[in-house]
């Protein structure tokens, strides 16, 4: 189904649950709208983040053709975000003063716990909370995580609110070339510092995904927002960076 219930049709629940779509704020139930509005702030907010620790290293790159990737991936991250974003202020948000008015680059101390938050109103994944602590730290974080982000997007492709599953189609290809330019980087990496990071940032990007929680999963699959559950997504994820890790000679973390 791809059209918008009227009236004549279906109960709008029976239609989510059914696999349709919605393609505008106006006929947007309250929980849903609630609901897709803390999806884009996760991904807003863990983008605008990541970019802004992203941008610290730059200069901590090896060499020219190096801090130009990070440069690119620091625009384009920002990019992603504010194509989220613009959807958010369609549903009323106020998108300049979201924008500019977050710590986007504050970190928690190194070795805070997993658990710690930044600040109330702050909805980035965890792994973004940690400060990075130089370029080999911020090569294998952006490998670990970018490999991450590509299944969540994947699944976020797949969101009952159309112009928003567009918007994450569009930001997977970027996505990917993010995670490629980490895998190329990766062997410029002195194996022993590789692996100590993977150990470091491994569990940080796992907490992202959080843990299964079958009643919340189960209503938000009825309304299109979910397709996977959390377990599935991290078993993905995890197959997907060891065997990225493997063929880079390095271990992933257990």
């Known amino acids: 189904m791809t059209d918008d219930p009227t009236e004549d049709t279906m109960p709008l629940e029976d239609y989510l649950a059914e696999g349709g779509v919605l393609t505008n704020p106006t006929n947007v139930p309250p929980r849903y709208r609630a609901e897709l509005l803390k999806i884009m702030a996760i991904f807003v907010d863990s983008t605008l983040a990541g970019a802004a620790g992203f941008a610290d290293t730059i200069n901590d790159g090896p060499g020219i053709k190096e801090r ?72 294998v974080m952006n490998l670990i995580q970018g490999s991450a982000a590509c299944v969540q997007v994947g699944e976020l492709s797949r969101i009952s609110y159309q112009p928003l599953a567009e918007a994450f189609r569009a930001i997977a290809p970027v996505e990917a070339a993010h995670l490629r330019l980490a895998e190329e980087g990766i062997p410029r990496l002195d194996p022993q510092a590789a692996t100590r990071a993977i150990a470091y940032w491994w569990p940080r990007v796992r907490a992202g995904f959080g843990e299964d929680r079958p009643e919340r999963f189960d209503a938000l699959k009825d309304m299109g927002l979910r397709h996977r559950p959390n377990s599935e997504l991290v078993d993905a994820w995890e197959h997907d960076c060891a065997r990225r890790l493997k063929a880079l000679g390095l271990p992933a973390a257990s």
């Open 68 to 139: 130009i990737a990070a440069a690119k991936i620091v625009m384009e991250k920002t990019d992603n975000a504010d194509r989220v974003l613009r959807l958010m202020g369609e549903f009323g948000a106020d998108t300049s003063r979201y924008a500019t008015e977050h710590p986007w680059a504050a970190r928690l101390d190194r070795d805070a716990p997993l658990g710690t938050g930044p600040g109330e109103h702050d909805m980035r994944l965890p792994v973004f909370n940690y400060p990075l602590r130089g370029w080999t730290d911020a090569v």
